[in-house]
């Protein structure tokens, strides 16, 4: 089976400019999670779907991040204006109807703001 | 407050020199313990899951175990190819918490 899809691998911008990252999940795979991994740490969840519904969304800046999920399948997160600090990889990851089931990521994005 | 802590960060082995990483948990109500595999540019991939204390789990080289307060991944003549960062993560209800993870190198 196809993995889990992410687009763009690399993206650098400056400050204050507006950003989108796409994720495309397994085929199948109801929930959806966004990641932020900073340099020599683990994955910190910012966003969690199941289906088109955000039911965990606790860690999310929003005051500047923003993310949706349009008719449960693809997923896209967005940071509107864009700071220094959120240079990172940003990880979509998806999981199979068992809520203990393993999570399955995608290569990332990895995004530097100048 | 749920917590992951990892050690060593940084493990250097000779081929062939087998070795244990650690991953100790606080957590109330473990629903899995899960153990990746990360490599440069790349996403994790998973290795295994142990949902109980004494279950142990085990792929080509490595073989993860778990207690109620720690989770050790054996690796097991090691080859330069297990190079990577090792992932634990704990599930705590619906969420997944992630620890900073062990980076190994196996040189020939």
């Known amino acids: 089976e196809a993995g889990v899809v992410q687009s763009p691998r690399y993206k650098i911008i400056e400050k204050k400019q507006p950003v989108a990252f796409w994720c495309n999940p397994i085929?199948?795979?109801?929930?959806l999670y966004w990641y932020r991994q900073n340099l020599g740490q683990g994955p910190e969840l910012l966003i969690r779907y199941e289906n088109e519904e955000a039911v965990d969304d606790s860690q999310l800046p929003k005051d500047r991040f923003s993310a949706e999920r349009l008719k449960g399948v693809d997923s896209t997160l967005k940071i509107q204006p864009a700071e220094l600090g959120d240079s990172a990889v940003y990880l979509c990851a998806s999981q199979g109807l068992a809520g203990d089931s393993p999570l399955h990521f995608g290569n990332g994005t990895r995004l530097t703001v100048t | 407050e749920d917590q992951v802590t990892q050690s060593p960060e940084a493990l250097r082995l000779q081929e062939g020199e087998s070795s244990s990483l650690n991953c100790s948990y606080t957590v109330s109500g473990l629903r899995g313990l899960f153990w990746y595999r990360q490599d440069p540019g790349k996403g994790p991939e998973f290795l295994f899951t142990l949902y109980s204390a004494g279950e142990e789990k085990e792929k080509e080289r490595l073989k993860a175990t778990l207690t109620k307060k720690e989770s050790f991944l054996h690796i097991t003549a090691p080859k330069p190819e297990d190079s990577a960062t090792y992932l634990c993560?704990?599930?705590?209800?619906?969420?997944?918490?992630f620890g900073k993870g062990t980076t190994l190198s196996v040189s020939s």
């Open positions: 085929s199948g795979h109801n929930t």
């Open positions: 993560a704990v599930q705590a209800g619906t969420a997944l918490i």
